[in-house]
């Protein structure tokens, strides 16, 4: 699948998102070992930090389905003119089940996709460098 492909599920995602105090929509999409697509979206509540990113409720919902295996991720954002990267907490949530080379793509409104990976994201990740990652 490709990157066009699994951002466009991303923003459907993002449609389903519960972002009242926000309105702030995303979604993202991961694409899982075996093909599949799992999505999520933000989710938040009236206490903002109990509020889940899509990033994790997409992983959080993938393994759920017995998936632990990924090859990439792309989220969007409809609310932002800009591409919006997966934020600090979502990175170091991410780093838990990929590789620095895992790709990850996001993209807002304006069209403009930025493509990166987990290791760029994601720098000195001491459990990679150390090779128990």
Not at 31 to 43: I, R
Not at 101 to 130: N, Y
Request: charged fraction near 20%.
């Amino acid at each position: 699948m490709d990157t066009k492909k699994l951002l466009e599920l991303a923003g459907v995602a993002a449609e389903r998102s519960y972002s009242p105090y926000s309105k702030f929509r995303v979604g993202a999409a991961l694409l899982c070992e075996d093909g599949s697509v799992v999505c999520g979206a933000n989710v938040e509540n009236r206490s903002y930090g109990l509020a889940i990113c899509a990033e994790r409720s997409a992983i959080v919902s993938a393994i759920a389905q017995g998936k632990k295996k990924y090859r990439a991720l792309a989220v969007s954002c409809p609310d932002a003119s800009y591409p919006v990267s997966p934020c600090g907490a979502c990175r170091q949530f991410i780093s838990e089940f990929v590789d620095p080379d895992f790709p990850v793509s996001f993209a807002g409104s304006d069209g403009a996709v930025v493509e990166t990976t987990m290791g760029e994201l994601f720098p000195h990740d001491a459990l990679h460098e150390l090779g128990r990652g």
